[in-house]
């Protein structure tokens, strides 16, 4: 057959100047389904270099690529009188096997044969057609970098694969802005990173220019536009393969470069206002490189203290970096932060503490007199964390948890764990650290330390004397805090029956059910099929006004009922209530995450009521049919589903 073939490239006549470059390439698109892994397809392809006319060959998955199917489409161009209708004088192919056997096979065809990696022409086809199937420029790779070769992206490559691997997300979060202090960086945008991943949606690096920088795109209303107005914006993103520039793609799968995981192919690049993306050069690959390993490096104290330095490798050899966390070395105040959006309630827990020690051994008359005490010393000033001391280990730890309320970032772990080492019976700090860790199992252990240490805390006794109007008593507040995150978890961990004991412990000592406990655990109840005792809880807070309770009210209906007169009428109510909910429930709105706080009837209470109510609307048989015909408007289905929020309880 191949014989055949060559004789008819024999009878053609030949044009001895002609060039024709071609070989096995990949196509500018990935192919992810009905395979163990995604994959960009191959095909052959022969351009000629005077004429421009292209011939393809067939289509197949890199491992099913053969040297006939190159023969074939070598010879179908040839043949071609509307493409060709001559053969070539030289072949340039860039596959070096490929080049090995069609020039054994060529040989008689007087055709000579050249083996070069690199094509121009072939390259420059590609470029336009993954254009065109894009409908924009294809975004440069990394050898574009000037002075990048295979071998520095290794080193770069093997840093980021460490640095996925440590996932400084769980020690660094999204305000932690940290200073390179050295060495110097090779472009100013990079001086201070900020580790992504905190939020389990996108990992990496982002850089800012200056703190400055950083809040104005954390404020902006459109950080895009902030960013364009500013400059340029470097990041090191890791993600899919098919996320990656195909160039970047092919230098991963050519040179078996090191990643960490399928979802771990690292990027660098900067986004300047044109729109266009930069790569790095070989200084900044080697300063990202550093940076990665000396961000690694650092252990629990090093990154509590705030600054740390270390010696690490790159590929232009040993570097040593400093790297400071400026938001902890000099924090925000409690202004800047409330500001800027943050506000942990929990810190003004300082004043009635602060009160509490006032208090102490001073005696009033009547509580006319108790309160102008209090109202002279307090009222219209600014809290003076030094003026009443503490007057035990305990108070002293709990002011470093009130403390690391009033801040961000590291600072907070960094002084919950002081409190620990100064009193392991401070339940907020275990409950602070637990609150800061991306992994549900720890976050539970730690919560369970934080019951244990509020137990030990508060006495035996204490419970006994003070069972019913817990909340009412500031030295509760942590232990009560440290059971509902317990609670939490365990939910998150499937173990719904564990979490309803714990809910129920918090509603025993304290019924008024300030911690909003009760939203999370009547639906709770539903999703375990305790509807008796969910129809209780519903009685013993009728009053309660939120989405949550007419939802649920109408769901034991359709449960007990089905469709009736009856269930259909509370179902209207609950819609009357908050129009909202339904969608969200059956997955027909974008959702954000928890909203924080949220009016009556609004967009932001139906998000939270989804998140607290969707599990035991999914677990009755029919009733997310029945949502679906009763409360949507017509023409909406429950076909578009989208996940719903993550089950939250108000703090």
């Known amino acids: 057959m191949l014989n055949l073939q060559v004789e008819r490239l024999k009878r053609l006549p030949k044009r001895p100047q002609e060039i024709w470059q071609g070989g096995f390439v990949r196509l500018p698109g990935w192919v992810t389904e009905d395979a163990p892994k995604p994959y960009r397809p191959v095909t052959v392809m022969w351009i000629s270099l005077q004429t421009g006319m292209v011939q393809p060959g067939e289509v197949c998955p890199p491992q099913q690529k053969r040297f006939s199917a190159a023969v074939d489409a070598l010879v179908a161009f040839a043949t071609n009188e509307a493409l060709a209708g001559y053969r070539p004088g030289k072949l340039e192919v860039n596959d070096s096997a490929l080049a090995e056997h069609v020039s054994g096979l060529l040989a008689d065809a007087d055709i000579g044969v050249e083996y070069r990696p690199k094509l121009l022409a072939v390259d420059r086809f590609l470029a336009e057609a993954a254009r065109d199937m894009l409908g924009e420029p294809v975004p440069p790779g990394a050898l574009q970098g000037k002075g990048v ?61 200056s703190p400055e920088h950083y809040w104005g795109v954390s404020d902006a209303e459109d950080p895009y536009a902030y960013l364009t107005s500013q400059g340029g914006i470097w990041f090191l993103t890791f993600d899919d393969i098919t996320e990656m520039p195909f160039a970047d793609a092919d230098l991963w799968e050519d040179h078996s470069l090191p990643v960490a995981g399928d979802h771990a192919y690292p990027v660098a690049d900067c986004f300047d206002p044109s729109g266009r993306r930069r790569r790095p050069n070989a200084g900044v690959l080697a300063f990202l490189e550093g940076l990665m390993r000396a961000i690694t490096a650092a252990g629990d104290q090093e990154m509590d203290s705030g600054r740390w330095t270390k010696k690490v490798q790159t590929f232009d050899g040993p570097v040593e970096y400093t790297l400071s966390l400026p938001f902890l070395l000099h924090p925000p105040d409690h202004k800047e932060l409330y500001q800027r959006g943050f506000l942990d309630r929990r810190a003004m827990e300082i004043s009635p503490s602060q009160a509490h020690r006032f208090l102490e051994g001073k005696h009033f008359r009547t509580a006319e007199e108790l309160d102008e005490a209090l109202n002279r010393e307090f009222v219209g000033k600014p809290v003076d964390r030094t003026r009443y001391q503490p007057r035990n280990v305990l108070e002293e730890a709990q002011d470093l948890c009130y403390q690391a309320f009033d801040s961000i970032g590291r600072r907070r772990a960094a002084l919950a764990r002081q409190a620990i080492r100064l009193c392991p019976d401070c339940a907020d700090a275990y409950v602070i650290l637990a609150e800061g860790c991306g992994d549900t199992g720890k976050a539970g252990e730690l919560y369970a330390a934080g019951v244990e240490a509020g137990r030990r805390a508060l006495g035996g006794t204490f419970f006994e004397e003070n069972v019913g109007h817990f909340w009412g008593l500031l030295q509760t507040r942590p232990f009560m ?102 969608k969200c429930v059956l997955g027909q709105a974008e959702l954000s995450d928890w909203p924080g706080s949220y009016s009556l009837g609004s967009e932001e209470e139906a998000v939270f009521c989804a998140a607290q109510i969707g599990g035991a609307w999914e677990a009755s048989a029919g009733a997310l049919e029945w949502l679906t015909a009763k409360a949507n408007s017509p023409g909406e289905s429950s076909s578009r589903r989208k996940p719903r929020p993550r089950r939250k309880t108000k703090s």
């Not at 520095?152 to 769980?170: D, L, N, V």
């Not at 990173?193 to 690096?205: C, H, K, M």
């Open 149 to 209: 070769t295979v071998e520095r992206m290794r080193g770069f490559a093997e840093a980021a694969k460490s640095f996925y691997q440590a996932e400084p997300w769980t020690e660094l979060g999204t305000v932690d802005l940290i200073e390179v202090e050295v060495p110097p960086p090779p472009d100013p945008s990079l001086r201070f990173p900020l580790v992504l991943g905190g939020g389990g949606q996108e990992f990496g690096l982002a850089f800012y220019r």
């Open 481 to 582: 805090r440290a059971l509902q995150g317990q609670a939490e978890c365990l939910v998150g961990l499937g173990r719904q029956g564990d979490a309803v004991g714990h809910y129920r412990e918090l509603l025993r000592l304290n019924p008024n059910d300030n911690q909003g406990v009760r939203h999370a655990l009547l639906p709770l109840l539903i999703e375990l099929g305790r509807d008796a005792e969910a129809e209780d809880l519903l009685k013993a807070y009728h009053q309660d006004v939120s989405a949550i309770w007419p939802y649920c009210r109408a769901l034991l209906a359709f449960r007990s009922q089905g469709d009736t007169p009856a269930s259909r009428t509370l179902l209207a109510a609950a819609v009357k209530a908050n129009p909202h909910v339904p």
